[in-house]
């Protein structure tokens, strides 16, 4: 009988020791899993951190709404004009749009501060920058029309021509609303101090890449 029972007490230490042993590799290999999880982790951070802020990429696509808009509208003053005007008007009308044109692009791409403090500072206020782009939606809207007569196509183009000029101003005037509201609206709620900290985070995350490049 006791024989019977060191040999019991053996089997139980015997097996004691093989559940220590299978709990000590679960643990490790729950370690070693939540390392890896970590690791994944810290590697999806570096790579958010390599990517510019969702804000950050919304103000870049607003602007680039405007500055393709404003382009738009500055290549259809080279095409045949969709209705008839007189000679002196239709040049003093292409010549200030052009002129509106260049203002915007300069301070939709921030180009020359000075510049704009020199031509258009009122500009630099979101709510007077909405106003400029809805009075600009409403000149290309009128811009757009067409006359269907023959006997008043003019600047020696076709009406297919004119078409594809109205076409162009449209896609325009259409920029040029959605920009304007959007500055309207950003203007209301006082969101110009968040587009200036996101560029400036932008500023350092790119600094920080160039110095990871470096090293």
């Known amino acids: 009988q006791a024989s019977f029972w060191l040999l019991?007490?053996?089997?139980?230490?015997?097996?004691?020791?093989?559940?220590?042993?299978?709990?000590?590799?679960?643990?490790?290999?729950?370690?070693?899993?939540?390392?890896?999880?970590a690791g994944c982790d810290?590697?999806?951070?570096?790579?958010?951190?390599?990517?510019?802020?969702?804000?950050?990429?919304?103000?870049r696509l607003h602007n680039l709404v405007g500055?393709?808009?404003?382009?738009?509208?500055?290549f259809a003053q080279a095409l045949p004009s969709p209705h008839e005007k007189?000679?002196?008007?239709?040049?003093l009308q292409k010549f200030f749009i052009l002129f509106a044109c260049a203002i915007g692009v300069v301070t939709e791409?921030?180009?020359?501060?000075?510049?704009v403090d020199r031509i258009a500072p009122a500009l630099k206020d979101w709510f007077a920058r909405g106003a400029f782009y809805?009075?600009?939606?409403?000149?290309?809207?009128?811009?757009?029309?067409?006359?269907?007569?023959?006997?008043?196509?003019?600047?020696?183009?076709?009406?297919?021509?004119?078409r594809f000029t109205a076409l162009l101003i449209n896609i325009a005037a259409g920029g040029f609303v959605c920009s304007g509201l959007l500055y309207l609206v950003m203007s209301l709620f006082c969101l110009k101090g968040l587009k200036e900290s996101s560029e400036r985070e932008n500023d350092e995350r790119l600094t920080r890449m160039v110095n990871a490049e470096e090293r």
């Open 8 to 37: 019991t007490s053996k089997f139980k230490v015997a097996v004691g020791g093989q559940n220590m042993n299978a709990t000590e590799e679960g643990s490790l290999l729950h370690s070693d899993k939540n390392d890896e999880e």
């Open 42 to 59: 810290d590697s999806e951070i570096v790579n958010d951190g390599t990517r510019p802020s969702p804000i950050f990429v919304f103000f």
């Open 67 to 74: 500055v393709l808009s404003l382009f738009l509208m500055a």
């Open 86 to 91: 007189l000679p002196i008007i239709s040049f």
């Open 109 to 115: 791409m921030e180009i020359s501060q000075w510049l």
């Open 134 to 162: 809805l009075f600009f939606a409403v000149i290309a809207t009128e811009e757009s029309t067409i006359d269907t007569d023959d006997s008043k196509i003019v600047d020696g183009g076709s009406l297919t021509e004119e």
